[in-house]
């Protein structure tokens, strides 16, 4: 589909999109990135949209590394590992976090046709990229933003029918190299998710499964299916994360958090720790506080 036609089905469309519904929060804003060779690395239980508007920067997953230029758009899946090492600076860009059921409540997609989710859910090494027409269409949008410094944006119909056209601009004719099972409902799997974000100590997927009425067996492939990792990584990168934050914000011993966040074997919980962020507990806490 080329790029005007893409637009006129977008304003024709969105009046079936109640864009008013912000029950599913939709954040974003501009960060300013100007120490060279920066490296980070994170996980989060949203989706996430980048958009690099200067610079050059190397965004890294555990089995793939893309270099972005400006104009470049990565996707992030929900507690997916993942990290940035900043090439050329100062580099600025745009990133969108959501969960997966604002992307659910977006009637346009159901309207054309779109799969909003398989960019997300297939493997890193396989996510579309922007077309190089497209790139010029996606600068002049983001210049009517407000691009203070480190400035987050207030929610609104606007910022979401951009999101909704970068993705448009991004799936294009694109599809994946391995089939995606289309049925996505993050539903029947809320008690299995709010199980793991309120608890301290690990889930089992037995747990979980008795939650959501599901067999084991149907609720791991129904849970890898929908949010593309398997329930352990999922309830185990939680952990890690929860972990990560007590790190930053309180002066608990390393033993401590690690004990608070499920992790009963101090080796297990480091080397889980160090496969994610890619150093120590001790390095990271002492480079973020």
């Known amino acids: 589909m080329e790029s005007k036609e893409h637009q006129k089905a977008l304003i024709d469309a969105v009046a079936l999109q109640d864009l008013t519904d912000f029950s599913h929060p939709l954040t974003a804003g501009f ?44 996707l992030t899946a929900m507690a997916e590992p993942h990290g940035y090492k900043i090439i050329n600076q ?18 346009l997609g159901q309207a054309m046709g779109i799969d909003w989710f398989s960019p997300f859910l297939c493997a890193a090494s396989d996510r579309p990229m922007v077309e190089p027409w497209a790139k010029e269409f996606l600068f002049n949008k983001i210049k009517t933003l407000n691009q203070g410094e480190y400035n987050d944006l207030p929610d609104s119909p606007s910022l979401r029918i951009l ?59 129904n849970f890898k299916r929908t949010l593309g990792i398997s329930f352990g990584r999922f309830a185990l990168n939680h952990r890690l994360q929860q ?5 930053v914000s309180t002066d608990k011993p390393i033993k401590s958090i690690a004990l608070n966040s499920g992790f009963v074997d101090l080796s297990h ?7 994610i962020y890619r150093e120590t507990p001790k390095d990271y806490r002492s480079r973020n506080r």
Request: aromatic share 12%; charged share 15%; proline share 7%.
């Open 31 to 74: 960060t300013d990135h100007t120490i060279p060779g920066e490296m980070v690395f994170d996980l989060h239980y949203e989706l996430e949209l980048g958009f690099l508007i200067s610079g050059n920067m190397l965004r890294i997953w555990p089995d793939f590394t893309n270099n972005l230029n400006p104009g470049d758009i990565w």
């Open 90 to 107: 100062p580099c600025r860009v745009l990133v969108f976090l959501f969960t997966p059921e604002l992307l659910s409540s977006f009637s």
């Open 269 to 275: 919980f480091y080397k889980s720790f160090k496969d």
């Open 243 to 247: 972990a990560a934050a007590q790190l």
């Open 163 to 221: 999101l909704m056209e970068m993705l448009i601009q991004l799936i294009g004719n694109w599809k994946p190299s391995t089939a995606i099972n289309p049925q996505r409902d993050i539903h029947p799997l809320k008690p299995a998710l709010d199980l793991v974000f309120h608890s301290k100590e690990l889930v089992q997927a037995q747990q979980a499964a008795e939650l959501c009425h599901m067999a084991v067996s149907s609720f791991n492939r």
